[in-house]
């Protein structure tokens, strides 16, 4: 790093001055499927939890 590019900065040498910071673009689901996939699961701990309840009679 130049000391000429510190001293323009007031001579700051926090990390965040000088890190570039890059951000990549995240694509999510479409909220119905994100929540078709929940109810899917709902229903997958449902019938686990029964089963373990039936152990239990």
Sequence with gaps: MPKAEIAANGYDLSINRYKETEYAEVNYEHPKVILEKLRSL???IRADLDA???LLR
């Design 42 to 44: 709902e229903d997958e």
């Design 52 to 54: 373990l309840e039936g």
